[in-house]
């Protein structure tokens, strides 16, 4: 008997691999598993996405309106950041209304690079840019601003929609994302 056991534990050590079947199953099985995971992944990516978006646009607003508070309730990007006086083109109110968020200010609205007697405010928000639209997929446009200076909304929406990752109304203080998904309700 134990000649017969010995044969038996030769032809198993000697049997290699898996054979077709098992190959097979192993295969439908992970491809069964993928089905299930993938889809989820998705939907995680795109809830995280408008968590961050949420995020994003509560902090600069909130920067918004207390930039509104300490400069007698003007809006940042409505005066120029070199000499206070009233933005008159969307190119030089979006300089203004980055640099008036990210610098150190003074009551008329004037920038700094440091903090001085007069420039005491801000900067409202720190690392020199604002937080990036995660819509938009060019980086350099997901940090930029559109900015509309009409006092009208349709007319501002309509100048304001483009491919920047923000967009701003500085006669009234609305902020908004600005990409072609329907993230223009937050």
Not at 5 to 12: D, S, Y
Not at 13 to 35: H, N, P, Q, Y
Not at 123 to 134: D, H, R, V
Not at 149 to 169: C, E, F, N, S
């Amino acid at each position: 008997m134990n000649a017969t056991c010995q044969k038996r534990i030769r032809t198993v050590k000697s049997r290699d691999g898996f054979t077709l079947i098992e190959m097979l199953i192993v295969i439908i099985i992970l491809g069964i598993l993928a089905m299930v995971i993938i889809p989820q992944v998705t939907v995680s990516t795109e809830d995280a996405k408008v968590s961050t978006l949420k995020t994003n646009l509560t902090g600069i607003r909130s920067a918004i309106e207390l930039y509104y508070a300490q400069h007698n309730m003007t809006y940042p990007g409505t005066v120029l950041e070199t000499d206070g006086v009233t933005a008159t083109t969307a190119l030089t109110a979006e300089q203004a209304f980055t640099k008036q968020l990210t610098q150190f200010t003074d009551a008329k609205g004037i920038v700094s690079g440091t903090k001085t007697a007069t420039a005491i405010y801000g900067p409202y928000i720190k690392g020199g840019a604002l937080a990036g639209n995660p819509f938009v997929t060019d980086p350099a446009l997901a940090i930029q601003v559109a900015i509309a200076l009409t006092t009208d909304v349709t007319t501002a929406r309509a100048v304001i929609v483009g491919g920047k990752g923000w967009a701003y109304w500085p006669p009234v203080g609305i902020f908004f994302a600005n990409d072609a998904a329907a993230h223009l309700s937050y």
